[in-house]
Nanobody, 127 residues
């Protein structure tokens, strides 16, 4: 069973930074693509970033490109999302997700395609 647990969310001022963690259990994270998604109140869940197995490809949504960095620590079976220059519009619940059918990030990062999800971690950017 693929289990994911997010952590690292919190309240930060605009321009600040946070690092989210996605810890995996029940499977070897390096064999699968891991996606980060976020959902703000009243909005659809959107794809933020994705890292393929063996780090063979990385994707960022235009809204976070240049500010967010996804990475993986295989020894800890964990994927990270470093978020810098945070904006109020980044406020959302952030989720990591994976699927046994995706060794590589899909061409379209759609939440409906991913079947294993963490519980989410709240990120609030506010002064």
């Amino acid at each position: 069973q693929m289990q994911l647990v997010e952590s690292g969310g919190g309240l930060v001022q605009p321009g600040g930074s946070l690092r989210l963690s996605c810890a995996a259990s029940g499977f070897t994270l390096d064999y699968y693509a891991i996606g980060w998604f976020r959902q703000a109140p009243g909005k659809e869940r959107e794809g933020v970033s994705c890292i393929s197995s063996r780090d063979s490809s990385i994707y960022y949504a235009d809204s976070v490109k240049g500010r967010f960095t996804i990475s993986r620590d295989n020894a800890k079976n964990t994927v990270y999302l470093q978020m810098n220059s945070l904006k109020p519009e980044d406020t959302a619940v952030y989720y990591c997700a994976t699927d046994e059918n995706f060794p590589a990030c899909p061409a379209m990062l759609r939440h409906a395609d991913f079947t294993s999800w963490g519980q989410g971690t709240q990120v609030t950017v506010s002064s």
